[in-house]
T-cell receptor, first 113, second 113 residues
Framework: QQQVKQSPQSLIVQKGGISIINCAYENTAFDYFPWYQQFPGKGPALLIAIRPDVSEKKEGRFTISFNKSAKQFSLHIMDSQPGDSATYFCAASKTGGYNKLIFGAGTRLAVHP | EAGVTQFPSHSVIEKGQTVTLRCDPISGHDNLYWYRRVMGKEIKFLLHFVKESKQDESGMPNNRFLAERTGGTYSTLKVQPAELEDSGVYFC???????????FGQGTRLTVV
């Protein structure tokens, strides 16, 4: 049973465009929602995270939108760059198991120049 | 400061053989986690050490997997005997506290043939 569903599996965006990756979760006990970025040959690295008390968090070109009632959250990458090409994972966890992360299946993003 | 280091980067073994993966966490990080990603699917939690103690091993697939963290420093994950379905990328992560960011290693790609 997949507790965090991520879409799309792959995404191609032109340089300067907006990349959008969506995730949906089932467990209402989740209260921490991070996004990880992984480059080939490297491990996942924390990109940005949000807690359900806010609906949006922005860090530079990266924004998380959170919809608690719909149990959905998404990552928006504004002005996408070729250097953003990577695999992105959404995840969720709950208090008491902060790093016991439930990951989505990942989205492979390719930003074409 | 050195990050989380995993050895080996790649391992190819035959079904039925034994393989031991090693993880060196960031110095001073008491919390160590093992995760696994199988064939492009989601990254799944395996277990969590606090120092040398297993805090949570609910994600360990079966008793062919044995994780240890003697002395609370590096950790090993042994698979014995390996099966085809054990193929995947094994990630280790460490964090200073249970509720602080976990940093991932580059992973060990295990292929069982």
């Amino acid at each position: 049973q997949q507790q965090v569903k991520q879409s799309p599996q792959s995404l191609i965006v032109q340089k300067g465009g907006i990349s959008i990756i969506n995730c949906a979760y089932e467990n209402t006990a989740f209260d921490y929602f991070p996004w990880y970025q992984q480059f080939p040959g490297k491990g996942p690295a924390l990109l940005i995270a949000i807690r359900p008390d806010v609906s949006e968090k922005k860090e530079g070109r990266f924004t998380i939108s959170f919809n608690k009632s719909a149990k959905q959250f998404s990552l928006h990458i504004m002005d996408s760059q070729p250097g953003d090409s990577a695999t992105y994972f959404c995840a969720a966890s709950k208090t008491g198991g902060y790093n016991k992360l439930i990951f989505g299946a990942g989205t492979r993003l390719a930003v074409h120049p | 400061e050195a990050g989380v280091t995993q050895f080996p980067s790649h391992s190819v073994i035959e079904k039925g053989q034994t393989v031991t993966l090693r993880c060196d966490p960031i110095s001073g990080h008491d919390n160590l986690y093992w995760y696994r990603r199988v064939m492009g699917k989601e990254i799944k939690f395996l277990l969590h050490f606090v120092k040398e103690s297993k805090q949570d091993e609910s994600g360990m697939p079966n008793n062919r997997f044995l994780a240890e963290r003697t002395g609370g420093t590096y950790s090993t994950l042994k698979v014995q005997p390996a099966e085809l379905e054990d193929s995947g990328v094994y990630f280790c992560a460490s964090s200073q506290q249970e509720n602080t960011e976990a940093f991932f290693g580059q992973g060990t790609r295990l292929t069982v043939v």
